[in-house]
């Protein structure tokens, strides 16, 4: 490997403001102007918008100039990951078409240097939660979305909106290390390892950066969020490093 790879998570663009998002961007696209001349690669792993669903001929306005960078990125020959969160996990193929970004639905394996990754938004794994696993299949069904991209624009807009200012993000919910134990992504990664070896599992969705030791070989990296702590992990061939920008 000559250059990085970059991994982010959880903009949540469009949460609690406009403004306050807006400011969140200029912040978003300073880091990638200061990473590009060294990034081979950039997963953005999940939940990069508040809310994002793809009608035919209509998207949600706003964040251009995000999207606009990392069009300017692709087309330099930076492969750019884009992993459908629990927020926008309604994108189709919107930012393919546009910016030849890729599409991951669920789990994404990699091997990249000698070491395999296992990366994940983080949302529907481990235990518990099964209220949201039982939405997220419903949410994540093509009959479901077919009926949802009947209703208007305006009105669907509207709806999603509004569900998503009720997150734990828009109300401040502060979060909290549960001790390696309680933890359901490390329980998960542990549980994953009993199949097969992997140096580093990935996710985001949880809102806390962590750098958990699984085993004497393998590590779970959670990258956080970009509200409270504009979090990130960058590897570079030989390690890989939970960062924090202009904190």
Known sequence: MTKNIYFASDFHLGSPSHSESRKREDRIIRWLNAIESTCSELFLMGDIFDFWFEYREVVPKGFVRLQGKLGMMSDAGIKIYFFKGNHDMWVND???????????????????AGKRFYLHHGD???????????????????????????????????????????????????????GVENEWLAVYAKEQLQKAHFDYFIFGHRHLPLDIQLTDKSRYINIGEWINFSSYAVFDGKDLTLNYFEK
């Open 94 to 112: 919107y930012f393919t078409k546009e910016m030849g970004i890729e599409i991951i639905s669920d789990e994404l394996v990699i091997e990249r």
């Open 124 to 178: 529907g794994l481990g235990p518990g939660d099964q209220k949201y696993k039982v939405l997220r299949k419903i949410f994540r069904n093509p009959v479901c979305q077919w009926l949802f991209a009947l209703v208007p624009p305006r009105i669907g807009l509207g709806i999603a909106n509004w569900w998503s200012g009720n997150s734990r993000l828009a109300h401040s919910t502060e979060e909290v290390f549960n």
